[in-house]
């Protein structure tokens, strides 16, 4: 994990002077130096090498003998969040520990996100039931037998919250759930938790008390799920289907097929195959999206690239399903068959018999040559640096606050993790156009994939979004688990009102208007629509300074023609010579040359 560090005022190390009651653990609660709540996950490591880790309230048991009533220093540490060095490089701070005794760190979040709670697995307020705390959930310590859980799955169907998810552990042998187990919550307001507290999961177990599985399919190996879809049936009555794969040791599916689950029993049943070569199929996290006149099922994960009609019916009609791509129906991965414009670049449609063709697979076809560079669909990069984020796995969702298609998405290959680096972007339509993008959280050799949002938790009309991910150190590199969160879900909350979150978005030409929110037309250039200390204001949107010092090198300057009836701007110098100009500030550069469909 990262070295903490932090500015001095923010952060402090206070004895709360609380009576202290002989025999008691010495409490040390680490708390976000900005909202004053306390922060799980992170380390406490004393001189000696002992560790600890703060729990879901960020609180720390701390009971070693020999080192009760003296004087301990503790190294802090901890995904995302700074403390402050001496004048030795050490950055942590020595305790009077004393039995009974209280102690708050504060830590200062560099992450945007604000890690709040662990979801699944045991001793989730371990700390805190030591201490005499009361947790805020039902089952602080270990719910179901349940130590860990692979990525999430979950959906509103009728009034509950559905959870499901991948290979889960059990405390009594190395192996444990691998058909994909599952619980029900409480939507929040209507029974549940505010999500910012936490969840409180109700799982199906079974005659141990262990968390059942509830999509043992026929076969050898695990059974996964993805794509969970709820769809009203000719009855009106909303459903709930996944798809599912049969896989070898080698992770490699040898079955797949769409299941139905039933509430009553908690199990999902096989309700058609779906072959293997499948070119499009269920899979990741879908919304419904209207547009058009037509009401449709997106597959996203983290891209859209995959719809079919919103209806029990199409769902299971494979033949139905259309793929965003530039591949020709008969491509497969080894010949792949490209759709070209007449001046060779690639040309992307919705299709039907077509294979889907994700940002991975994009860019495996840019590295072989056979699709160039600016042929990508989604562009995404970070907005200050200009360097290419390609986006692993995550979720998209219509955000009500910034009135935008939201994405969180996990990079492949981030410059602190392999899968680690979580990213907010935004589009104005499902497929974008997506470009510019910020990091919302970091885990520093370690895994977080499969970041999971939860629209249904939203707060503040949209402003306060959650997203969950697991925590791992599989494909980290790093053999060093973090005791009890390792291979877990753990939750984080997004306020989009950030201003670290004020993206430059699409600024359309139609005709000779310049402005946001016109998706279906050309993007002449990138700009903020909201002001940001600095920055100008120019028609509806705003640029920065001509003379800002160290600009991000994904901007431009922007010229305003002269002699113009209505205001016009443009970005490229050769049509200086053709319009004359002046420039007006600084803008990002487009990042497309591509007009996005709005469905």
Request: glycine share 12%; proline share 10%; aromatic share 10%.
């Amino acid at each position: 994990m990262r070295s903490i560090v932090a500015c001095s005022g923010l952060v402090a190390a206070l004895l709360w002077g609380s009576p202290s009651r002989a025999g008691q653990p010495f409490a040390i609660e680490v708390v976000d130096a900005e909202t004053g709540r306390g922060v799980p996950l992170i380390e406490l490591r004393t001189v000696n090498e002992v560790r600890f880790v703060t729990d879901s309230a960020g609180l720390v048991a701390f009971d070693e003998p020999g080192l009760m009533g003296r004087s301990v220093y503790f190294h802090v540490r901890g995904h995302g969040y700074e403390f402050p060095p001496d004048g030795f490089g050490n950055r942590g701070r020595a305790l009077a520990v004393v039995e009974g005794g209280q102690a708050r760190i504060a830590v200062r979040r560099v992450n945007i996100a604000e890690r709040l709670y662990r979801i699944t697995g045991g001793g989730i307020y371990r700390d805190s039931l030591l201490l005499g705390r009361r947790p805020p959930t039902a089952q602080p310590a270990l719910n179901a037998l349940v130590l860990g859980s692979d990525s999430v799955l979950e959906a509103t169907l009728g009034s509950k919250v559905r959870w499901f998810w991948g290979d889960t552990n059990r405390p009594s042998y190395p192996l444990g759930n691998y058909h994909t187990p599952t619980a029900t919550s409480l939507p929040p307001g209507l029974g549940g938790l505010d999500p910012q507290v936490g969840v409180d999961l109700t799982y199906a177990v079974d005659a141990e008390g262990f968390a059942a599985p509830s999509a043992r399919m026929p076969g050898d190996g695990p059974t996964w799920l993805d794509g969970l879809t709820v769809l009203a049936g000719p009855d009106g009555r909303e459903r709930m289907f996944a798809a599912f794969a049969k896989v070898r040791p080698s992770m490699e599916p040898y079955e797949r097929g769409l299941a139905e689950f039933d509430p009553a029993t908690n199990r999902f049943a096989k309700v058609a195959p779906i072959p293997l070569n499948a070119p499009v199929r269920p899979f990741g996290h879908p919304f419904r999206h209207e547009a058009g006149g037509s009401d449709r099922a997106y597959f996203a994960d983290p891209y859209p690239i995959a719809r079919v009609a919103a209806g029990v019916g199409p769902l299971a009609d494979l033949g139905q399903y259309e793929a965003f791509t530039c591949l020709l129906p008969g491509s497969t991965p080894d010949r792949p068959r490209i759709d070209r414009e007449p001046d060779g670049s690639a040309r992307f449609a919705w299709r039907r018999g077509a294979p889907m063709l994700d940002a991975l697979a994009q860019d495996r076809l840019v590295r072989s040559g056979v699709l160039r560079p600016a042929d990508r669909l989604f562009p995404l990069r970070d907005a200050d640096s200009g360097r290419p984020v390609l986006a692993h796995r995550g979720s998209t969702y219509w955000n009500e606050y910034r009135g935008r298609w939201v994405m969180i998405a996990v990079e492949i290959g981030g410059s602190t993790s392999h899968l680690g680096e979580v990213w907010f972007a935004e589009a104005d339509a499902p497929l974008g156009p997506w470009v510019y993008a910020r990091k919302v959280a970091a885990h520093d050799r370690y895994s977080f994939y499969n970041p999971k949002q939860h629209p249904s938790f939203a707060k503040d009309g949209g402003r306060t979004i959650f997203f969950e991910g697991t925590y791992t150190t599989s494909f980290s590199g790093n053999d060093s688990p973090t005791p009890r969160y390792d291979y877990n879900q753990i939750m984080y909350k997004l306020d989009l009102g950030n201003p670290r979150l004020n993206l430059p978005v699409p600024i359309y030409r139609v005709g000779g208007r310049f402005d946001s929110r016109m998706p279906g037309h050309r993007v002449a250039f990138q700009a903020l629509e909201r002001p940001a200390p600095g920055t100008i204001p120019v028609g509806s949107f705003h640029v920065l300074p001509l003379d800002r010092a160290d600009p991000p090198s994904t901007t431009t300057t922007l010229y305003e023609a002269r002699g113009a009836a209505e205001p016009f701007y443009f970005v490229e110098p050769a049509c200086l010579a053709l319009f004359g100009g002046r420039p007006v500030g600084r803008v990002w550069k487009a990042g497309t040359n591509r007009t996005t469909p709005v469905d």
